[in-house]
């Protein structure tokens, strides 16, 4: 679905009016995107995207009975602008929705994920909880409209090792100017014990001026969880399970 | 750029957005003289407008009107939405008529040193996968009539301007709400009874007349020389907007939507291939750029529209005083 063509381009010499136009474009884009508080969202309509604030409620309420989710790192965000938070992901763990779910509740902001289908019903349901297509326009919109987007890296089922990060969708976070944010989730398929674990922002380890940038930076994250990975540990069930190699507990 | 003293020359002024957008320059301090055309006449007075009453059909007095004006800045919203005033087959003929001899009589005019085309979010499409908010920048892919209509007029304005050398701005409008506009979303969710998709009940945004208006003169204003979205904050569903009005919510799946598109037809208010579209896979588009463009932002949000579309009053018939029949 995903253009893997590289979209961040920064030549190396740009003239004064477009410099000033992308400030202005910028400081427009700032002025628009006022923060919308979780609990003030009204329930009976949609917002912009067509998430229903109501619903998501509800299904919070509901993910409690399977998820119950400890965030950590979240201080970390910034409180008004938009960032991408990318996560670890594994086969049927949906942690890019319990994450969503569970830190719309911490920071009282309305939080969406990546990755819902374009086909009724699933597609119509995820996107009223907070669903977007699998797309950097998509991202890259609402994170310049100042929206917390949480995307998932490619599953991999391998304890404490993150599978590739999408870098163009890496890519909408640099064209719309925004923070990029690794975080480790843990789960337990038997249990509801979950982890949310939001690192510091990730930088890509040499200044580009094509999309080299936005391929660094997408392996700097995924790097980066694995060490958030390693520093919350693993799961435990507190039965004999725990005992057994690639148990699938923890890591996803 | 002095602006004061243009010509500015108004397609579609007998519609209820071109009479608002006629009335609107009116006031415009860089407006000078001010011409419009259209098959019907305005809806409102217009104080300084020199009103032209000439069908589309008829080529020869459009190039001439127009000619002998010679404006500096065309805005053209001469344009049908299909089953708003016309069939969509007659909507189609009759908004093509129009685009190729106005816009092509402005390519004949000296001074003209702007246009203003109104367009449509339709102009995105709806294909499975497109983008849930499109912004300006996303591929013109339209999959309804439509759609594809203000992508030609897009496209012959732009080959205007490219060929005279004059910017080319077009308004990409939300469907437009207004208690006198002619609009089968309107008239749909003023029914009874709203159909809505069960299996998806996607979100839509809308735009008001007079928001939609001030967007325009804001684009003529400033000579805007690229596209933008123009849509009301907020969106929201066929089925909330139903429990919002009071209406009843008709659930409907699959072949049951094509009887209800019949009925609907039989009770007056036909649905288009365009707002079934917008009914089974919703219609948003992203606005950010509309107050760095045009400098403003609407008024209203697309909830406060739809309430105040279900507060507009009906039509209210009034015997005559004295029976003369």
């Known amino acids: 679905m995903t253009s893997t063509l590289g979209r961040v381009v920064n030549f190396p010499v740009r003239n004064t009016a477009s410099r000033a136009g992308a ?114 326009d998509e991202v890259a919109g609402a994170l310049a409209a100042g929206q917390l987007v949480i995307m998932g890296a490619a599953h991999n089922e391998r304890l404490r090792k993150v599978g590739r990060v999408d870098h163009a969708l890496v890519g909408g976070a640099l064209a719309a100017g925004v923070q990029v944010f690794p975080a480790a989730t843990s789960s337990n398929p038997i249990g509801r014990a979950a982890r949310l674990e939001i690192g510091t922002p990730s930088r890509s380890p040499r200044r580009r001026r094509g999309p080299l940038s936005e391929l660094e930076l997408a392996d700097q994250v995924a790097r980066d969880i694995e060490l958030l990975l ?5 799961l435990r069930t507190g039965t004999p399970i725990d005992w057994l190699p690639l148990t699938g507990v923890g890591g996803a | 750029m002095v602006m004061g003293g243009k010509r500015v020359f108004v397609s579609g002024v007998g519609g209820e957005l071109g009479t608002t ?103 995105y499409g709806r294909a499975r996968g497109a983008l849930t908010r499109p912004s300006e920048s996303a591929p013109i892919a339209p999959t309804s009539d439509w759609g594809r209509t203000v992508a030609a007029i897009e496209h012959t304005a732009a080959r205007v301007g490219e060929r005279v050398g004059v910017t080319v701005g077009a308004v ?9 506009v002619p609009s089968p979303l309107g008239r749909l969710l003023r029914q009874p009874g709203v159909p809505f998709s069960v299996l998806a009940d996607p979100p839509f945004a809308v735009i008001e007349d007079r928001d939609a208006a001030r967007a325009i003169v804001a684009a003529a204003r400033l000579g805007l020389a690229e596209p933008v979205n123009v849509v009301a904050a907020g969106a929201i569903t066929a089925l909330q907007a139903a429990r919002r009005g009071r209406r009843i919510p008709i659930p409907l799946v699959g072949p049951d939507w094509r009887v209800a598109r019949a009925l609907s037809h039989l009770l007056g208010a036909p649905v288009p291939d365009h707002v079934s579209e917008a ?37 209210i018939h009034q015997p005559a005083r004295v029976q003369v029949a």
Not at chain 2, 282 to 303: C, F, K, Q, S, Y
Request: charged residues 25%; contains cysteine; hydrophobic residues 45%.
């Open chain 2, 279 to 315: 009914l089974h896979r919703g219609r948003l588009a992203d606005n950010g750029r509309m107050r760095e463009l045009l400098g403003i932002v609407p008024e209203h949000g697309t909830v406060d529209v739809i309430d105040r579309l279900y507060h507009w009053p009906s039509i």
């Open chain 2, 21 to 123: 957008i006629a009335g609107l320059l009116e006031d415009e301090p860089w407006v000078g003289e001010l011409s419009g055309i259209d098959a019907d006449p305005p809806r409102h007075r217009l104080h300084r407008t020199v009103f032209h009453r000439i069908h589309p059909d008829e080529h020869d007095r459009i190039v001439d009107t127009v000619a002998r004006f010679n404006p500096h800045v065309l805005v053209h919203v001469g344009v049908w939405e299909p089953d708003a005033r016309a069939a969509p087959r007659a909507a189609a003929i009759l908004t093509d008529q129009a685009a190729t001899s106005i816009l092509g009589a402005a390519a004949e005019c000296s001074a003209l040193e702007h246009v203003v085309v109104r367009s449509g979010i339709e102009i």
């Open chain 1, 23 to 136: 400030a202005v474009s910028r400081a427009a884009a700032d002025v628009s995107a006022s923060v919308v508080r979780f609990t003030d969202e009204q329930a009976g309509v949609v917002d912009d995207w067509g998430r229903d604030a109501g619903l998501v409620r509800t299904v919070i309420g509901l993910s409690h009975l399977r998820w119950d989710v400890t965030v950590g790192g979240d201080q970390r965000l910034p409180s008004r602008k938009g960032a991408l938070i990318v996560v670890n992901a594994r086969t049927l763990a949906l942690a890019p929705i319990y994450a969503a779910l569970a830190l719309s509740e911490a920071v009282d902001r309305p939080v969406r994920f990546v990755g819902r289908p374009d086909v009724a019903p699933v597609g119509p349901l995820l996107r009223r909880i907070g669903g977007l297509l699998d797309h950097p």
């Open chain 2, 172 to 180: 990409r409008l939300a469907p437009v709400l207004g208690p006198h």
């Open chain 1, 230 to 234: 390693s520093e919350i540990g693993d």
